[in-house]
Nanobody, 125 residues
Framework: EVELVDFGGGWVQAGESLRLSCSAS???????FAWFRQAPGKEREGVSC???????QYADSVWGRFVISRDNAKKTVYLQMNDLNPEDTAIYYC????????????????????WGQGTQVTVSS
C-alpha cells in the first residue's frame, strides 16, 4: 500500500514560482509518479510524470516552465513551477503507479493506483 501526501500549494501572482512536494510512504521502488491538475469545470489533466529511471514527460502547456524531480531516498517527488500564469490555477494532485509496459500513456488518470489529497494553486493576474 502506498500513501501520498502532496503539499506546497498557495496563492501567488503571475510570473512567480511555487514548488509542490509529494511525500510517499510504503513500497515505491519501480513506481512512476505524476502530477495532475484539475481546474473548476474542467477535466483532470496530466501535467508531468517521472519514471523510476528519471525519464520525464511534460504537458505542452507547462513545457519549459515546470520541472519534475524525485528524491528516491526521501521518497519525495517535486514539481517546481516557474513563471506561473492564471491558467495554471487548479488543484494539483500527485499520483503513483507501478511502472510497466501495460500501464498505458502517462496522462491517463485512470491508470494510477494511488493519489494524494490535492493542493490548491491559485495564480492571480
Amino acid at each position: 500500500e502506498v500513501e501520498l501526501v502532496d503539499f506546497g500549494g498557495g496563492w501567488v501572482q503571475a510570473g512567480e514560482s511555487l514548488r509542490l512536494s509529494c511525500s510517499a510512504s510504503g513500497f515505491t521502488r519501480g513506481y512512476e509518479f505524476a502530477w495532475f491538475r484539475q481546474a473548476p469545470g474542467k477535466e483532470r489533466e496530466g501535467v508531468s510524470c517521472i519514471k523510476s529511471d528519471g525519464d520525464v514527460q511534460y504537458a505542452d502547456s507547462v513545457w519549459g516552465r515546470f520541472v519534475i524531480s524525485r528524491d528516491n531516498a526521501k521518497k519525495t517527488v517535486y514539481l517546481q513551477m516557474n513563471d506561473l500564469n492564471p491558467e495554471d490555477t487548479a488543484i494539483y494532485y500527485c499520483a503513483a503507479r507501478p511502472q510497466g509496459p501495460d500501464r498505458g500513456i502517462w496522462t491517463h488518470s485512470d491508470s494510477y493506483d494511488y493519489w494524494g489529497q490535492g493542493t490548491q494553486v491559485t495564480v492571480s493576474s
